[in-house]
Nanobody, 121 residues
């Protein structure tokens, strides 16, 4: 089982920056893609950014050019650098990790508990 823990959320003014971290720990044969999602009140959870173990990335159109996802495979940690934050970025941000328990096992996904990001003046 792999556990995922997010950190780094908080309150920031519009135009400001925050950096989120997500650490995956536990027993796994491999940890593959890791990603960030967010859920605003009354809305569905949506993809923010995802990064593969090889470093390929994909972003939601709403954050392209403002957010950057990166990864330290040695630490099984993924980061989300958020710049030029807008009030509409306010949400609970969740991290997930796709992993395999063994070479023959199916891929599973583990989710973190989420961290609140509030963009407000």
């Amino acid at each position: 089982q792999v556990q995922v823990v997010e950190s780094g959320g908080g309150l920031v003014q519009p135009g400001g920056s925050l950096r989120l971290s997500c650490a995956a720990s536990g027993s796994a044969f491999s940890i593959n893609a890791m990603g960030w999602y967010r859920q605003a009140p009354g809305k569905q959870r949506e993809l923010v950014a995802v990064i593969t173990s090889g470093g390929a990335t994909n972003y939601a159109d709403s954050v392209k050019g403002r957010f950057t996802i990166s990864r330290d495979n040695g630490k099984n940690t993924v980061y989300l650098q958020m710049n030029s934050l807008k009030p509409e970025d306010t949400a609970v941000y969740y991290c997930n990790a796709d992993y395999r328990r063994s070479i023959l096992s199916a891929e599973r996904t583990s989710w973190g508990q989420g961290t609140q990001v509030t963009v407000s003046s």
